[in-house]
């Protein structure tokens, strides 16, 4: 059994690569960041639990990568730049079976976003995995939730709801094949978080948030902060590969509030419509325009004929789902 | 039973209070902090799990002040201003009966040090408790454990061992009265960062870090880092007042190996002795000069007389310990 400190050292100590902007790195009271001067710091903290947002047999390699995307998701959400991470790890024993492949996920995908393991901590405990994560964004330049505005078209990025297909197949709630179950589940335990897009949407996009508890709800909070509406129209989602062959219905739902999808959702000047296409090119994702951001206040879905859509849906609520 | 956005918005969403350095606080996907111009940001995170940190009966305002002092009290040992903090919180149930005190406990220490609360998240599973704060210090100023020389005197604030003792009692390792557990375990449960103190030793001391996992074990961080060794005067070490009354083994064991102190210990020049008492005065904490570092690998106690001392210890480990 390896001790809490031989633990940190092995799997989660490297020297700094970043000198100039972590002048101290794992292994002191705390870490010290140095932002570019002038820049100010986005941070969030994502909370993950054995149970609820991943299952005890996940593969710990994957889980290292969902662990930090998860929180690079929420920076690319308001265009900021990847600078640092800590990591506080409750695990039920130190074993290095599961310690290696899981630091390897993660670290890997840290250093694809030049983003720095600075510090954090390591307890005996049901197994838990916090991560705070840091970027740095110029004032004024954050894509926040507050800012959209009537008129805005609103777009997607990527694909939505196969990560809910897979999550549907896993607890049999609907039949999948195995090649479908296994091309959804990707969606579900790689997620890729879309950070040179919200880089690239700076100066171009008003608000944006992160779809990670579905669609409609995570697009209601842009709503309700920027205290305006929307219509979406049901037949433009991007619906994930997977999803695509489902029925309608289902698609629609799945695409709406499935969770777990991990793209940006922004609404934009419809003046900027070429210059949101070209973001999406340049940082190499897909980006479709769903809908339009008007006065009138809620959601409202539409298909592409403009007849009005009802559906029965829920956003993912920690507390209130079963 | 309450959902998870109604939670965060009764009991952890404020207006901001200092604009300035956070123009934008809980309820979006980033939190954003504005660090003083040409400053560093010193950054921990602890993880406190229940069962292993605090009883599953603990009050929750003490638990509420406690997670966050234990944070605060990273920032004192690097010398930081606190800035703000995180809180990502696992919880088996949202009840109110729970978070109301837990929530006021905390914010009230919080508002103590006019340190901010700007983001987190909550989700059901294991009640586990994540903080990352932020503070600030000047570039060159943090007080790093590697920063000790041969020839500092060696120091510690306030009292040593008292929430130790309280932990035998609690265990029933040694009889205590009713008076003596209560008194002690206020040490445990409501640890005073030294903040003050921390600041107020910039430019004063050399090395520094909260001793939390016991004295001996702490110093050892700050000796190896440091590439030095030291002689601690076990006679001179400043026991608890309720620890005071205690067998003199009992007593020396757990003012070098008890945990939970959060003191500080740190290193300064001879020549700043008089600087270090003032310091102290100046923030309110008694500092104890205990020992002086040296060129000879390895912590040596003494007794005042020069004798050596011979006690068995371990430092706490969160995998090794049972």
Same mark, same amino acid.
């Given at each position: 059994m390896l001790s809490e400190f031989d633990l940190i050292a092995h799997y989660f100590t490297r020297p700094p690569r970043h000198a100039d902007r972590v002048p101290l790195g794992v292994g002191d009271d705390c870490a010290l960041l140095a932002p570019a001067a002038g820049m100010q710091l986005a941070i969030s903290s994502d909370m993950l639990v054995e149970g609820r947002? %991943? %299952?005890?047999? !996940? $593969?710990p390699r994957l889980l290292g990568h969902k662990c930090l995307a998860v929180n690079l998701s929420d920076l690319a959400a308001m265009g900021a730049r990847p600078l640092a991470f800590t990591l506080a790890l409750a695990l039920p024993e130190a074993s290095s079976e599961w310690l290696a492949p899981f630091s390897e996920g993660m670290l890997a995908l840290a250093d694809a976003h030049g983003c720095e393991l600075i510090g954090g901590d390591t307890t005996k405990g049901p197994l838990n995995i916090c991560i705070t994560v840091f970027g740095e964004v110029a004032p004024g330049a954050a894509l926040r939730r507050d800012a959209a505005v009537a008129g805005d078209e609103i777009w997607v990025s990527g694909s939505l709801g196969d990560a809910r297909l897979a999550l549907a197949g896993y607890r049999h709630e609907i039949p999948l094949d195995d090649a479908t179950l296994g091309e959804a589940a990707t969606r579900m335990h790689a997620p890729v978080p879309r950070v040179a897009l919200g880089l690239a949407l700076g100066g171009i996009a008003h608000a944006a948030i992160d779809v990670s508890d579905g669609l409609a709800g995570d697009l209601g909070h842009i709503l309700e902060r920027s205290k305006v509406g929307a219509v979406l129209n049901v037949d433009a989602l991007p619906a994930g590969s997977m999803l695509r062959k489902q029925p309608q219905e289902l698609r629609r739902r799945f695409a709406l !509030? @499935? @969770? $777990? $999808?991990y793209e940006l959702c922004f609404t934009a000047p419809r003046a900027r419509h070429e210059q949101v296409l070209a973001a999406g090119a340049a940082a190499g994702v897909a980006v479709t325009c769903i809908g339009r951001v008007d006065a009138q206040p809620g959601l409202r879905l539409e298909d592409t004929s403009g007849a009005p859509v009802s559906l029965q849906l829920s956003s993912f609520d920690h507390f209130a789902s079963p």
């Open positions: 947002h %991943f %299952f005890p047999e !996940a $593969d !509030a @499935g @969770g $777990d $999808d």
